[in-house]
Structure formats: C-alpha cells, structure tokens
C-alpha cells in the first residue's frame, strides 16, 4: 500500500472540506488545540447558506471564524463538552449549549450514542512513513470521534507536537475522507502563569507538606495548582509521577527539577500519563517526541480503577465556592455557566480509593464581587441558587484555603460544618455559624 498515494488521492482544500457539510449535519470540531483552523475559515463562509448545523468541541483556546458569522444562531449550534471563557460569552448569544457529561465517559458515549456524527474535523501532524496522523497534545476521546465519524476531514500542522502514547492516539491515512494542508499556524497556547498570589502561596505551603516522595499527581486548571506545581519544583519532594487529565506548565517546572521519576507507579512506571495538554510552547516542546510522555484517551486517565490503582495519589483542584454541608461547586456563579464537570469527581473519588491517596479542593476564602463592591465568601451557608454540585458532600476529602486545610470525610454534619468554618475567612465565621444553627448543624457547645 503506497500511503503517498494515498494521501495525495484524498488531499482536498479547505473549501472542498466545507462543501461536505450540509443542514442539520453534526459536526465534530475535535477539542482544545485540535480545533481546525483552515476548514473552520472556509466553513464560516459557507454556514450562512446553511441551517441548524449543530457542532461539538470544547476548550476553545481562539474564537472560531464561525462563531463571527452574522447571527450565528440562525444557523448553528455550539455544544461544549467544557466551556472556557469563549463559549461563556457564545452562551449569551444563544447559540452555545454545555454538554454536562463526565469527561471519562466520552469515549464511550461516542461509541455507543445513536446520536449522528456526520464529520469529524480537527487538526493533526504530518503524516508519519507509516500513514498515521498523530493527534498531538489530545489523544482524549479522539479515537472514539473517528470510530463514529462518517466521514473524517484531517487538517494538518507541521507545528503540532507529536505526542507519544501507544494507544487511540492516532488515524491512518486508510480511515480519513479528505486531507487538508493549512497554513501551519502556532498551536494554540494558553498565557503563562503570572506570579502566585499571597493566598495561592498560603494554600500551597498547606498542601505541599501532606504530599509524600513518590506520589503520583494530578494538578487541575488554574492560579492554585499552578502555584502548587511550582512549590513541588522547588521542594525536596522526590520520585513522583504524573497520571493527570490535562497536562499543564506546572509539570514540566517539576520533571526538569529532577522531581518526576514514576519509579513507584503501579501502572505505565516511568510514564507521565495524561489524556490533554494546554499550554505555553514551552510544554508543547517537551511533549513533542518525548517518551517519557503518555498522550491516553480519557476513558484510560480518568477512570477511577486507573487512578485507583495508583499509590498515594494526590489530586489537587479549585472550586468556585462551596457549602457548609461540604457541597462543592467548581462549575457555575449560580445560573451563570463558568466551567464543566471534567474529570474532578473522577479524581476525587480515585484519590480516596488510592492507598495512601488524598484529594484536595483548594479555594481562596474570599472574593471580590465587583457588582456590590463587597468582599464576599466563598464559603456559603448553602450554595446560591442555581449553583452546580460537582463534588457532593459524601465525597470531599480534604478542603483547603489560605486559613487551613481539613480532612471532611466521614464527619458528622455538625463536625463538617465546624471544620469548614474554621478555614473560612475570620470576618464571615460569626455569620456562618449562625446560618449553621438555623440549618440545625451546629454544636454551640462546640463554638470557635
């Protein structure tokens, strides 16, 4: 099989792509770096001819062209699997939807879902001497999407590392329709974590001590893992390993540290283990070829008999807010969407079962609400209205801000409720433990 040949048969432009989308077509636009960039143009131009294309993607790093088309509702939908700050905004333009879903589960759900899935388009490397297209930085539920897709439109990006794994993190010339040769754009990055602030230190200094040599990691989104992250790279921690749902800046600080080994994984020893990776170029060229690095689909990294199987794993994520019966909220203001389900309860729940294992929520005890100009706490009574539970109270293990950090499992309401309060913030501990008394949790002889 002459695979030049191949290609050559199926390489098609950008516009002969956007051709074979039709009204009512879903259509798969990949996720987070893979997100096309040549079709998407030419798709743009094309939509306003059609009507209800429906498209999933998620982790949108640059605002599509067809999301810039003129009333982009009158033709399409846009279904997330975990919003961003962009399709945040799409969302008040009526024509982003969420897709609630735990992220290990996608695999599946595009496997066995009688929902069509008409195309698949996204980006990818050059094609190796082999025939295969590799997916880069997100191997994720990719391989599912081309097992489901009728037709398989691969844009290809020199500038797309080539991310290592051994499985579903790869198409062959053989199973695609058409190959479309970009412009080669730089992959999408996210911007480099600023300085840590004063609380995301105080955090950090509180969890770093309770991780042992040879954990294995999982480090969330954001100011607090990052500042985590750099904490253990700057520690005496070692021996450590990596099995994590995104891959972030954070670990390449602590594997060119010296700090990552995987010597003491039960599984892929050696291995950092993760099913995406966003972020600075930086940690694009340290994934990019790079063995040590396992690019796995997320049914692998976020199952919990993965993460399960894994000793003292440690699982470190923020929250929006949460309550004083230990509900956690890492997913909206209220009714106002912010984020997704991802994988946290996946991890959270895996880093209990992990002998030796721990997971952390980790939060500031305050905010600025610049709406009533008051500094609020993001430690409720009970959560706002609307609010999404991502971890429910059966579930946390250890919740932390810059006052302290608690172990709440297996704690009476009253006990939970007392060790919440004593990591809130000082001003708003009086106010809480009176709602916890009208909420029948509270112990006055047990008062602060």
């Not at 919003?83 to 589960?105: D, H, L, N, T, V």
Request: overall charge negative.
């Amino acid at each position: 099989m002459d695979f030049m040949e191949m290609y050559a048969q199926k390489k098609m432009t950008a516009e002969q792509a956007a051709s074979l989308v039709k009204s009512g077509d879903w259509v798969d636009y990949g996720w987070c770096v893979n997100t096309p960039v040549a079709v998407d143009a030419a798709l743009a131009k094309r939509l306003p001819e059609l009507e209800n294309v429906n498209f999933r993607g998620g982790i949108l790093m640059w605002v599509p062209e067809i999301f810039q088309i003129d009333d982009p509702a009158a033709h399409m939908t846009w279904n997330s699997w975990h919003m961003g700050g962009i399709e945040r905004k799409a969302i008040a333009q009526g024509f982003s939807f969420y897709s609630p879903i735990r992220y290990s589960e996608l695999p599946r759900y595009y496997r066995e879902s009688p929902d069509p899935l008409d195309i698949a388009v996204f980006q990818v490397t050059p094609m190796d001497e082999h025939g295969y297209f590799n997916f880069g930085p997100s191997t994720s539920h990719l391989g599912a999407v081309c097992e489901k897709a009728r037709k398989i439109i691969v844009e290809v990006n020199t500038n797309m590392p080539r991310c290592l794994g051994g499985m579903e993190n790869c198409v062959h010339v053989s199973q695609v329709t058409g190959i479309v040769e970009g412009d080669n754009p730089p992959i999408g990055q996210m911007a480099a974590a600023g300085p840590a602030s004063e609380v995301d230190l105080k955090v950090a200094n509180l969890v770093v001590p309770q991780i042992p040599d040879g954990a294995c990691l999982q480090l969330g989104i954001g100011g607090m893992p990052n500042a985590i992250g750099s904490l253990i790279a700057q520690s005496d921690l070692k021996d450590l390993g990596v099995h994590t749902e995104m891959y972030v800046d954070a670990f390449v600080d602590i594997a060119k540290a010296g700090k990552i080994t995987g010597a003491h994984k039960q599984l892929d020893k050696g291995r950092q283990v993760y099913a995406f990776g966003a972020g600075t170029q930086k940690m694009y060229d340290y994934l990019n070829n790079n063995p040590e690095c396992m690019s796995a689909p997320v049914d692998y990294t976020n199952d919990i008999r993965s993460i399960s199987a894994l000793d003292n794993f440690i699982s470190i994520n923020n929250a929006v807010d949460i309550d004083l019966f230990g509900q956690a909220n890492a997913e909206s203001a209220g009714v106002k969407h912010i984020s997704g389900a991802g994988g946290q309860l996946d991890f959270v729940l895996g880093a209990y079962l992990s002998k030796g294992g721990k997971s952390f929520i980790c939060l500031s005890s305050t905010f600025f609400n610049k709406k009533t100009g008051q500094l609020e706490s993001r430690i409720r009574p009970t959560l706002e209205s609307g609010s999404i539970i991502t971890d429910t109270r059966a579930n946390l293990h250890y919740l932390c801000t810059e006052y302290g950090c608690v172990n709440l499992k297996g704690l009476t309401t009253w006990e939970k409720a007392e060790a919440i309060i004593n990591v809130a913030h000082p001003d708003f501990r009086e106010e809480l433990i009176k709602e916890a008394e009208k909420l029948h949790i509270w112990r006055r002889s047990n008062k602060i």
